[in-house]
């Protein structure tokens, strides 16, 4: 894994977000997002409620998730969200903003206050089983808060917090996901994927096994099994499940081993 700070980058992307949330109108605070069923309302519900959370959980520790008979995390998720975003709709939108930019600064201070070399408080499930390093937890989170704000964006028709300094986070952390896409496929010590991101905030990276397992790296390995080459936007999508895996098939430069190009192009960084 290749670990990095996001603590930082929380209190610059929270800005961005208050500053386009304050400029929106009637209409757009009522406009569709790609989250089904959910105006633009609803996502910055949903960002509070990741706020609330977070505060609730990391802060107070207080563990206060019922689950339903036989509820599977991801319909537990599901349930839940769609539970608070209902209720907030009773809030204005002056409202949320007033408590985003109050509990903001607190979740800050939970962040800072964080070990990065420990165990992570919620493990990133996405990366792979078994427990996760404190950071990663962290920069999952980074990259919910701005994926939210990007999708506010889309709606808006508002570009925009997509700078390299707050988007280049955003796409090293999905690219954890890459080593688990690629877990069932079994290839000799030393095969090498090379991912690479083109764009301002882009980069390349190389996932690389050992035998039994892949490990994500920034190391240049000459001659990889496979290749896979998408722009920025279309990672983060495909991340996210904004767009589908065959939409960003449709826009990638694939190369090599076919089985390593289809593994490497499904990676999924979201809980589903």
């Known amino acids: ?53 977070r505060i609730s959980g990391s802060r107070d520790e207080y563990g206060g998730a019922v689950f339903d008979e036989g509820e599977t995390l991801p319909a537990y998720l ?70 939210h704000q990007q999708q506010i964006r889309d709606a808006v028709s508002r570009p925009g917090a997509d700078d390299r300094s707050l988007t280049h986070p955003v796409l090293v952390t999905f690219l954890h996901a890459l080593p688990f896409a690629l877990h069932d496929r ?24 050992d035998g039994t397992s892949w490990d994500l790296t920034s190391t240049h390995i000459e001659d990889p099994a496979a290749s896979v080459r998408m722009d920025q936007d279309t990672v983060w999508r495909l991340a996210s499940r904004g767009i589908t895996v065959e939409t960003a098939r449709q826009r990638a430069e694939l190369h090599g081993d076919s089985e390593l190009t289809e593994a490497a192009t499904a990676l999924l960084a979201v809980v589903a």
């Open 186 to 209: 079994i290839r000799p010590r030393g095969t090498a994927v090379r991912f690479e991101i083109t764009g301002p905030a882009g980069g390349h990276w190389m996932a690389v096994s």
């Open 1 to 53: 894994m290749l670990p990095l700070d996001t603590r930082p980058l929380f209190p610059l992307e929270r800005q961005t977000l208050l500053e386009l949330l304050g400029s929106l109108d009637a209409a757009d605070w009522a406009k569709p997002t790609v989250c089904p069923g959910w105006d633009v309302r609803d996502v910055t519900a949903h960002i509070l409620n990741d706020y609330l959370r």
């Open 78 to 147: 599901t349930r839940v969200n769609d539970e608070f975003v209902r209720a907030m709709r009773q809030c204005s939108p002056p409202l949320m903003i007033d408590l985003l930019a109050h509990l903001g600064p607190q979740l800050d201070l939970v962040w800072a206050a964080t070990d990065l070399t420990g165990p992570a408080h919620l493990n990133v499930s996405w990366a792979g089983p078994g427990t996760s390093p404190a950071w990663l937890d962290i920069a999952r989170e980074y990259t919910e808060f701005w994926v």
